[in-house]
């Protein structure tokens, strides 16, 4: 599985970005995607993500800003930020999930940064 996601940049506070990521290959039939995000010097942490079971989680700090959706294909995922604040800068990462078998895959990440 090969995950290409793209969308990050640099935005104002208030400003609005919109992420993607697309899955290829081998892909599973019982799979979960969603966007972590690292910020310098904290740990990897959940932004959104849909489960196999089609429900959408969120971090509290981005619910209400953030919608995460899945394009009809089901392979490509989006990330809406709007309202983006200072602390939203990070490396966002698009994970795949083969949930039936256990296998866990990553994307390169895109960077977002907002300033204030």
């Known amino acids: 599985v090969q995950l290409q996601a793209c969308g990050g940049g640099l935005v104002q506070a208030g400003g609005s970005l919109r992420l993607s990521c697309a899955a290829s290959?081998?892909?599973?039939?019982?799979?979960?995607m969603g966007w972590y995000r690292q910020a310098p010097g904290k740990q990897r942490e959940l932004v959104a993500a849909?489960?196999?079971?089609?429900?959408?989680n969120y971090a509290d700090s981005v619910k209400g800003r953030f919608t995460f959706s899945r394009g009809s294909a089901k392979n490509t995922v989006y990330l809406q930020m709007n309202s983006l604040k200072p602390e939203d800068t990070a490396l966002y990462c698009c994970?795949?999930?083969?949930?039936?078998?256990?296998?866990?895959?990553w994307g390169q990440g895109t960077e977002v940064t907002v300033s204030s």
């Open positions: 849909i489960t196999s079971g089609g429900s959408t």
């Open positions: 290959g081998s892909l599973f039939s019982g799979n979960a």
């Open positions: 994970n795949y999930k083969a949930t039936n078998w256990g296998y866990d895959y």
